[in-house]
């Protein structure tokens, strides 16, 4: 069983920055495509960015310039390093992992910017 573990989350300024971690149980290196999603209350979950086995990245138009994927097949980890926050950002961010067998999602980590 695949277990994503989502961590970094919180509460920051607008203008501020935050960095969110996503541990998978298994290799990252069977993934396909590594995701970070967020969903507000009230909304569809939607993509912010996603990083392919062969490390192109995709970013929500919303995002670009200010949120950056990175991913670390050593340490099966994928990270979302947030910066410039705006208040539109708050959400739960889900981390997701598509893998030859499956599509596995992560908890959700809850991140709020004040105005």
């Known amino acids: 069983q695949v277990q994503l573990v989502e961590s970094g989350g919180g509460l920051v300024q607008a203008g501020g920055s935050l960095r969110l971690s996503c541990s998978a149980s298994v290799s990252t290196r069977s993934a396909n495509v590594i995701g970070w999603y967020r969903q507000c209350p009230g909304k569809q979950r939607e993509l912010v960015a996603a990083i392919t086995r062969g490390y192109i990245k995709d970013y929500a138009d919303d995002v670009k310039g200010r949120f950056t994927i990175s991913r670390d097949n050593a340490k099966n980890t994928v990270d979302l390093q947030m910066n410039r926050l705006e208040p539109e950002d708050t959400a739960v961010y889900y981390c997701?992992?598509?893998?030859?067998?499956?599509?596995?999602w992560g908890q959700g980590t809850q991140v709020t910017v004040s105005s």
């Open positions: 997701n992992l598509e893998v030859p067998w499956g599509v596995y």
